[in-house]
């Protein structure tokens, strides 16, 4: 393993199964790959997650961040080791259902890889500067009109949830706002923060805390109910704008070559940890709500309709990386 690469936090986990006490998964270092840098949205749920199954035994595991190439790295990287239940990744699922239709990074998301189990879900909400003339969505959608071609709105890449539900939002509400991309949320926040471009659909996790502060105001959360992170703010369903639905989901994938028997351990265990009262507080305090883990057929199902989604919006509107 690259040391130059590798977070070399240590943490102590264990992979047992759901029911039937402690299950020693192996006496070897469990290698936990995350497609991001240290401190993002994955390595939190990453970390949180290993620190629980750090409680419950004693197996050691080290979080391993390889980000670059849309999740590219760290799934080759996955994909090369051994189908031995010793090496998962901690990923959102933008790497396998929106990532892969503007950014080829070497691997088939539907045929390679084996999802496992969904810990939590991020939501994305609408955000404006507190400066817009608008205090929601309808508002907003009249300035716009009132503004055709003077407006933009920002996402954290192209071809990601951020960017397709700008789409989605113009061509519902009948909008000409201009997309203008960004590597990542950070700098694209920071740019609706300081009143250059007015508007993005982001990350609950990044914004919530930008919203609290008074930095941002939230228009709407993109999805068909409120949540309970954000009651006071209605959800684009509520609006009559339905289509504007988008979220990730951030759990554990593992190599397709991975037996199904060790897949079904690994999906308890994770489910397990998700469901410990401090992990449920450390997450929800971090902006994510807590999702239903299911069966790893089951998020295969949803990955696949995920995908077939994404890609029919990637065709509808000619999207390009970088566009």
Known sequence: MDGKRVARSAVVCLWALAAGGAWAWSDRPIRMIVPAPPGGTMDVVA????????????????????PGAGGGIGMQAMLAAPADGLTVMVTASTVLTEIPH?????FDPLKDVRPVTAAVRGLLVMVAHPGV????VREFVTYARANPGKLSIASYSTGTASHYAAM????KAGLDLVHVPFAGSPPALTQVIGGQIPVMFDGMATSLPQIKAGKLKAFAVAGRT???LLPGVPSFAELDLPDVDFSNWVGVVASAALPAETVE??????????????VRER???AGFELTPGGTPTQLAQAVR?????NAGIVRAFNIRLNQ
Request: proline letters at 3%.
């Open 47 to 66: 970390r949180a997650l290993a620190d629980q199954l750090a409680a419950d035994s004693g197996t050691t595991a080290v979080v391993d961040n390889r």
């Open 102 to 106: 503007v950014l080829k990074g070497g």
């Open 133 to 136: 003339p608008a205090t929601g």
């Open 168 to 171: 989605m939002l113009n061509q």
């Open 226 to 228: 409120r949540t309970d």
């Open 265 to 278: 351990r690994i999906n308890a265990a994770v489910q397990k940890a998700a469901a410990a009262p401090r």
């Open 283 to 285: 997450l929800t305090g």
């Open 305 to 309: 309709a995920e995908h077939e989604r």
